[in-house]
């Protein structure tokens, strides 16, 4: 099938079932203009992102990876009144691009947005005994998803959920040689995934607007 087709049925979709509204629409063209990066979830991702959460009654999230917030608000609005989402953002100016548009879409009092290397904050959020986790979206830098994975599972509990974002690459996960820090990333996680008995996981190849990527869906047993 051709990228063309992809995007027309991606579209189709989008507008037929998923049904963005008003504030993701509008934090996707806010993250645009202030000049951050495209690479925010898909509308059906961010959908099913919500989705899971509010199937599993998620009720603490932590994401690895704001931007401006898009897949922010999609699992935000899963929570329910007293929930929590804590999200980790390297960049100050993509943080701040994300809590206004947070903000406008209603969900400030349940979204801590916190600035600095995901590395460097978890060890406080462990101490602030902020977990155990119902929910984690791991959509940072890739060279790090094994580390990110760990932390996860560190603080979760039996039931937990992790989605770890772009582990396809547009195939390039195939290349065992590869030297690029992402595609090792991901195949070290891979490593780890099948190594650990207390998972369960499966990964989707998803072929949209975006292109040729895929998640991984993993349950803490
Ligand atoms: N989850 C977002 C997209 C995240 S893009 C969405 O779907 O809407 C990846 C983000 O991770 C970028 O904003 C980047 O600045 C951030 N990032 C990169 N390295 C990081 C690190 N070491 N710690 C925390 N965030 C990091
Ligand atoms: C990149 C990061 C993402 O999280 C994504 O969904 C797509 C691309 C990137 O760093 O190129
Ligand atoms: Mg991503």
Known sequence: MSRKLHSAIDDYVNRQVVREDAALR???????????PPIAVSPGLGKLLHLL???????RILEFGTLGGYSTIWLARALPADGRLLTLELDPHHAEVARRNIAHAGLSPVVDVRVGRALDLLPGIEAEGLGPFDFFFIDADKANIPD????SLRLSRPGSVVVVD????????LEAASKDPSV?????????LAAEPRVSATTI???????????????VE
């Open 166 to 173: 772009n582990v396809i690459r547009r195939g390039r996960v």
């Open 53 to 59: 959460a509010r199937i599993q009654g998620a009720r």
């Open 26 to 36: 509008a934090a996707r063209t806010a993250s645009e203009r202030a000049g951050l």
């Open 148 to 151: 990110y994975f760990k932390w």
């Open 184 to 192: 090792r990333g991901v195949r070290r996680f891979n490593r780890l």
């Open 205 to 219: 190849q998803t072929a949209d607007g975006k292109g040729h990527d895929g998640f991984a869906v993993v349950r």
